[in-house]
Nanobody, 124 residues
C-alpha cells in the first residue's frame, strides 16, 4: 500500500531554517508529480511546491526564493528546504503525490494522496 510519511518539522525562530523529508513507500521513483502543501488552523490549504518527474519545479509566490523542493530518487524521498522562515509559515506541512497532470504547486494535493503531516512552528 502506498504511503507518504513526513518528518523534520519543529520549532524555530524567525529567520531560521528547516528541512522536511517525505519517504514515499509504495510509490515509483518516477511518480508523475510530488510536492508539498500546508494548512494552518482556520486557514485554507496552500500549495507550496511541486516537482515533476522531469525535474521541473513550481513554487507558490509566498515561498519562492525561500523554499526549495528536491528529491533523492535512490531513497525515494522528497525534501523541502525552508530558509528565512517567517511566523506566517507556521502550519502543518504535508507531502503529496499525483500520478497524472497537472503538476503545479496549487494542484499537488488535488488527488488526496498525502501523509499525516509534520508541524512547523516559527516564532518571532
Amino acid at each position: 500500500q502506498a504511503q507518504l510519511v513526513e518528518s523534520g518539522g519543529g520549532s524555530v525562530q524567525a529567520g531560521g531554517s528547516l528541512r522536511l523529508s517525505c519517504t514515499a513507500s509504495g510509490y515509483s521513483s518516477s511518480t508523475y508529480c510530488m510536492g508539498w502543501f500546508r494548512q494552518a488552523p482556520g486557514k485554507e490549504r496552500e500549495g507550496l511546491a511541486a516537482l515533476h518527474r522531469s525535474g521541473s519545479t513550481s513554487y507558490a509566490d509566498s515561498v519562492k526564493g525561500r523554499f526549495t523542493i528536491s528529491k533523492d530518487n535512490a531513497k525515494n524521498t522528497l525534501y523541502l528546504q525552508m530558509n528565512s522562515l517567517k511566523p506566517e509559515d507556521t502550519a502543518m506541512y504535508y507531502c503529496a503525490a499525483r500520478t497524472y497532470a497537472p503538476c503545479s504547486s496549487d494542484s499537488v494535493y488535488g488527488t488526496g494522496n498525502w501523509g499525516q503531516g509534520t508541524q512547523v512552528t516559527v516564532s518571532s
